[in-house]
């Protein structure tokens, strides 16, 4: 029996449902903590290619018990769509448990997301405009419907009509937009609640039953550490609380039951949306890590957004393996380094305004925007790996450049992934049955 996290490194698309689809193998429920259908999560077996964007990865082992929490949010038409996609697909969604406590994404707050993004200009976050900004401030101001509201048509037209005519003030006034019909989104949503009532439960009773059986439960990540909203580059996050304290309150378990926290980062670094990010290239590097073209380009699954591509960024690793407590990592597209002479990886930050160096990150506030990357140039290693599935069958220098990055977080490698398939995988050390990490060295 473990309980264990999986939570994305960097700045999203790190391969999250990649690492779980492969420990899904022998999980018994896989568990969505957090954010929306702002996620693209892709998962390749058997050449056939699988997309989720609310669904967890666990959904392609028959029976696995796959919960959508209360730490999400949920958009009931986008929901309904993935579920008849899974289906067509011949996959069985028998284990499919959606909690009656998630708040649900309304026809204002895409709207809203929307134009407030338009009326940032230069400022925008670049949000994927699912809503999910709106719909987690809606949740924090008490004013959410929640998926239980659907189900109670009663309760849903008392709250819209005390809802819609406030937003529709913001709507109209602010942003000249045409005013919504609460009678209309009632009937719509109504619906939505009829057909997704038979998966809508309490899940967090369902995960404690789960623990008190001694089963294996993971718990998926989605976005990234660096887009968490209180870890984060803030204000260029997303609404939620993707690190691996997110998971215990967005699916309503205690911080004990959680046995391993894995870390995945891609071998490099991307990051799609508005922000900084230091270690960005944008001549031949970049166009070389973003690989157009393949089925693995580096462009947003969930929006066809073309991913900003840079260097491995060390300082941010082991910002995401404190604010974690990550045990281990997956280091995911190590493959996709095959192609280059030169390496570089930043192992410190450098003051831009004050000229001092940083090996921690001093601080992910506006200071941040002024930090320039400390680059070492390691040698790459010019050969395909994927086909490699075993560390020991790794070219020299490939395995050094694991090893560097691993010595630079200080934390093991456990995973390595040098293909999109489930078995372009190579497993280094058992990820949930080693050794728990010890911190050692303190931040300076
Ligand atoms: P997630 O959001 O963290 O689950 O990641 P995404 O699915 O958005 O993006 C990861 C992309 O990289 C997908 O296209 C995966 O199929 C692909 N991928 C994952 N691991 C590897 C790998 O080791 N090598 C290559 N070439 N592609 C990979
Ligand atoms: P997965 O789970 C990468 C980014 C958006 C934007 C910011 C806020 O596939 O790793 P939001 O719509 O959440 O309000 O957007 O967060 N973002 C992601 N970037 N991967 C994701 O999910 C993301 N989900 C949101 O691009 O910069
Ligand atoms: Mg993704």
Request: proline share 5%; hydrophobic share 40%; with cysteine.
């Amino acid at each position: 029996m473990a309980n264990v996290i999986v939570v994305g490194a960097q700045f999203g698309d790190e391969g999250k449902a990649k690492v779980t689809d492969l420990l899904a193998k022998n999980a018994d429920v896989v568990v969505r903590y957090q954010g929306g259908c702002n996620a693209g999560h892709t998962v390749v077996v058997g050449g056939k290619t699988y997309k989720f964007h609310l669904i967890p990865s666990g959904i392609l082992y028959p029976g696995t018990i796959c919960v959508l929490s209360p730490g999400m949010v949920i958009d009931p038409k986008a929901l309904i769509n993935e579920i008849k996609s899974i289906r067509s697909q011949g996959l069985d969604d028998s284990g499919l448990k959606v909690s009656a406590y998630a708040h649900v994404t309304m026809p204002y707050h895409l709207m809203l997301d929307e134009a407030e993004e338009a009326s940032r200009g230069e400022a925008k976050i670049g949000t994927t405009k699912r809503g999910i900004g709106p719909t987690y401030a809606d949740k924090c101001a008490r004013s959410g419907i929640r998926l239980e509201d659907l189900l109670d048509e009663e309760v849903l037209k008392a709250k819209l009509e005390w809802l819609v005519p406030r937003k529709n003030v913001i709507l109209e006034r602010l942003y000249n937009l045409p005013s919504l019909d609460a009678q209309a989104i009632l009937k719509e949503y109504a619906a939505y609640g009829k057909e997704l009532a038979k998966y809508v439960v309490d899940t967090a009773a369902v995960i404690f039953q789960a623990v008190q059986e001694k089963k294996n439960i993971l718990f998926e990540g989605a976005q990234g550490t660096l887009l968490d909203l209180d870890h984060g580059s803030y204000p260029y996050v997303t609404s939620s609380s993707p690190s691996a304290g997110g998971a215990c309150i967005g699916a309503g378990v205690g911080p004990t039951m959680i046995d391993r926290v894995i870390g995945v980062a891609k071998a490099y670094s991307t990051r799609v949306g508005e922000g900084p990010f230091p270690t960005e290239q944008f001549g031949e590097a970049g166009e070389g890590l973003r690989q157009t073209g393949t089925a693995w380009a580096e462009v947003g699954t969930t929006t066809g957004r073309p991913r900003r591509c840079g260097w491995f960024d060390c300082v941010l690793g082991r910002y995401a393996v404190r604010v974690n407590g990550l045990d281990c990592l997956a280091i995911t597209k190590l493959d996709v380094l095959d192609q280059f002479d030169r390496i570089k990886v930043c192992v410190a930050y450098k003051d831009s305004v004050t000229g001092k160096v940083y090996k921690e990150l001093p601080s992910i506030g506006s200071t941040f925007q002024h930090l320039e990357p400390v680059y070492e140039d390691l040698p790459g290693w010019n050969e395909s790996t994927r086909k490699v599935r075993q560390a020991k069958d790794l070219p020299a220098k490939a395995k050094s450049y694991l090893e560097f990055l691993s010595q630079k977080l200080e934390v093991p490698i456990a995973i390595v992934s040098v293909g999109p398939e489930r078995d372009d995988t190579i497993i280094i050390e058992d990820p949930i049955h080693g050794p728990k990490r010890v911190l050692v060295t303190a931040p300076v």
